[in-house]
């Protein structure tokens, strides 16, 4: 439960992260997805009004768009990134 507090993250990630939290979830609490949202360099958070813990399921086709724009916008990042060291 997060209630003993948070946990410092045991690694450091080196992809993209984006946290998808149902304002309604009353499995992990809001305050331990900001904290993880806010200990992740990088990461991206989208908070859903009247959604609980299981966005997927509960708006599959917004879950699977919100997931795919995401997937895209890393790639063009990534690509951009490329482009840029091969000019170098």
Known sequence: MYAAGPVAAPLVLLVPVLVLHGAEDRVVDRDAATHHVASIPGAKADWWAGIGHLPFAE??????????????????????????????
């Open 59 to 88: 708006d599959p086709g917004r879950f699977n768009s919100t997931l795919l724009r995401f997937a895209r916008h890393c790639a063009a990042r990534h690509r951009a990134a490329d482009r840029e060291r091969m000019s170098r």
